[in-house]
């Protein structure tokens, strides 16, 4: 259920600029998507000219690309802490209330928002919304998956497995579990949304991203809108 929308141009913008951020000694989360892509490739031209960080990836795929843009990687396990963490979005409120886990990496990409002193943001343009609106992607243990959906829709949800692309059967996410994507309609209060998703039994994570981001970069057709947390 990977998310569209923009234009690389206007990705680029995005995480070029969150690249910047970047200092001479970081540990950095290194995100999981399109947009966040161009900001490990720029941070990766940065090492080439001589800066010394250190990237905490978020999932298969931001790894190898990291590797391939010649950044030093670490396990979240090896480091003291994250200084900045750099990551994409779903859809992105007001509030800056995140929607994550279209690509389904959003349980390892929180635990690394959660340990970073800092948390941005990329998006392009249609990523930005008054209310959050998408469904909610759970990642679920394989065997709980049916009991999570009997409670998802008695909280007023629908859960749908996530079926893969181009194969057959589920998503199983670089954790060996499962994602199911949960429609609550608009949500008003993700904070509160978030409280009684995170205890059902069989829940790994949800892909609320709740008081996290603390600056949104939105690339644009001439540059690049910044949204900061009041």
Same mark, same amino acid.
């Given at each position: 259920?990977?998310?569209?929308?923009?234009? &690389? =141009?206007?990705?680029?913008?995005?995480?070029?600029?969150?690249?910047?951020?970047?200092?001479?000694?970081?540990?950095?989360? %290194? *995100?999981?998507?399109?947009?966040?892509?161009?900001?490990?490739?720029?941070?990766?031209?940065?090492?080439?000219?001589?800066?010394?960080?250190?990237?905490?990836?978020?999932?298969?795929?931001?790894?190898?690309?990291?590797?391939?843009?010649?950044? #030093?990687?670490?396990? $979240?396990? =090896?480091?003291?802490?994250?200084? $900045?963490?750099?990551?994409?979005?779903?859809?992105? &409120?007001?509030?800056?209330?995140?929607?994550? *886990?279209?690509?389904?990496?959003?349980?390892?990409?929180?635990?690394?928002?959660?340990?970073?002193?800092?948390?941005?943001?990329?998006?392009?343009?249609?990523?930005?919304?008054?209310?959050?609106?998408?469904?909610?992607?759970?990642?679920?243990?394989?065997?709980?998956?049916?009991?999570?959906?009997?409670?998802?829709?008695?909280?007023?949800?629908?859960?749908?497995?996530?079926?893969?692309?181009?194969?057959?059967?589920?998503?199983?996410?670089?954790?060996?579990?499962?994602?199911?994507?949960?429609?609550?309609?608009?949500?008003?209060?993700?904070?509160?949304?978030?409280?009684? %998703?995170? #205890?059902?039994?069989?829940?790994?994570?949800?892909?609320?991203?709740?008081? %996290?981001?603390?600056?949104?970069?939105? *690339?644009?057709?001439?540059?690049?809108?910044?949204?900061?947390? &009041?």
């Amino acid at each position: 259920m990977k998310t569209t929308g923009g234009t &690389d =141009d206007q990705k680029r913008r995005a995480g070029e600029r969150a690249a910047e951020l970047v200092g001479d000694g970081d540990v950095v989360g %290194l *995100g999981t998507g399109s947009t966040a892509a161009y900001a490990i490739r720029e941070i990766g031209r940065r090492v080439d000219a001589g800066l010394d960080v250190r990237g905490v990836p978020t999932s298969f795929d931001s790894r190898a690309l990291a590797r391939e843009a010649g950044i #030093p990687l670490r396990s $979240l396990a =090896d480091v003291d802490g994250v200084d $900045l963490a750099i990551d994409g979005a779903d859809q992105v &409120d007001d509030d800056l209330q995140v929607i994550k *886990g279209g690509g389904a990496a959003h349980a390892r990409e929180k635990v690394i928002a959660a340990a970073a002193a800092k948390f941005v943001v990329v998006a392009d343009p249609s990523k930005p919304v008054t209310t959050l609106q998408r469904p909610v992607p759970v990642e679920v243990l394989p065997d709980a998956y049916a009991a999570v959906e009997r409670d998802v829709d008695e909280l007023g949800g629908t859960a749908t497995l996530r079926r893969g692309e181009g194969k057959d059967g589920p998503v199983v996410t670089d954790n060996g579990n499962l994602v199911l994507d949960c429609d609550f309609g608009p949500i008003d209060d993700p904070e509160a949304l978030a409280r009684v %998703l995170s #205890p059902i039994p069989g829940v790994v994570e949800h892909g609320l991203f709740v008081d %996290l981001a603390e600056t949104v970069y939105v *690339g644009t057709d001439d540059g690049v809108t910044v949204r900061r947390r &009041d």
